[in-house]
C-alpha cells in the first residue's frame, strides 16, 4: 500500500541503513533524485510581508513539501529500474541556487537495495 515511506510499487524508503526484520539480499547503487523549483513573485512578496509580521510562510512549506516529495519519487523510480525494492541511507539536501538566489534544489540520494 502507497504512503509516505513506500511508493505504488512497493519501494521503501528510509534514513537507516537497514530495515528491521527484512534483511539486505543485494546493494545495487547509489541513486538519486533532485528537483529545482523557481520562486514566484508574488510568493516571494507575501514571504517578505510575513518575515516582517511574523509567523511562517506557508506558500515555501508546501513548495519544500512538494519539491522534497518529487526528489523521493524519483529516488524511488530509480530505485525500481535497478531492481530495487527499498532505498537505505536517504540524504535530504537543500540549496538556493541562481545569480539572485531565486530557485531551490532538492536532492535526495540513498543507496537501492533488495530486502
Known amino acids: 500500500m502507497p504512503g509516505p515511506w513506500k511508493d505504488a510499487r512497493g519501494v521503501i524508503v528510509t534514513t537507516t541503513p537497514t530495515i528491521e526484520g527484512k534483511p ?25 510581508i510575513r518575515d516582517i509580521v511574523g509567523g511562517r510562510s506557508g506558500s515555501y512549506e508546501r513548495i519544500l513539501a512538494d519539491a522534497r516529495e518529487q526528489a523521493i519519487q524519483e529516488l524511488q523510480a530509480e530505485a525500481a529500474s535497478r531492481g530495487g525494492n527499498a532505498v537505505v541511507g536517504i540524504d535530504l539536501d537543500y540549496e538556493v541556487i541562481g545569480d539572485t538566489g531565486s530557485m531551490l534544489m532538492v536532492s535526495a540520494s540513498g543507496t537501492a537495495v533488495k530486502v
Do not use: M, S
Not at 533532485?34 to 513573485?41: C, S
Open 24 to 48: 539486505i539480499q543485494d546493494y545495487l547503487g547509489i541513486v538519486t533524485g533532485e528537483v529545482i523549483v523557481g520562486a514566484n513573485l508574488f510568493r516571494d512578496l507575501f514571504a517578505n
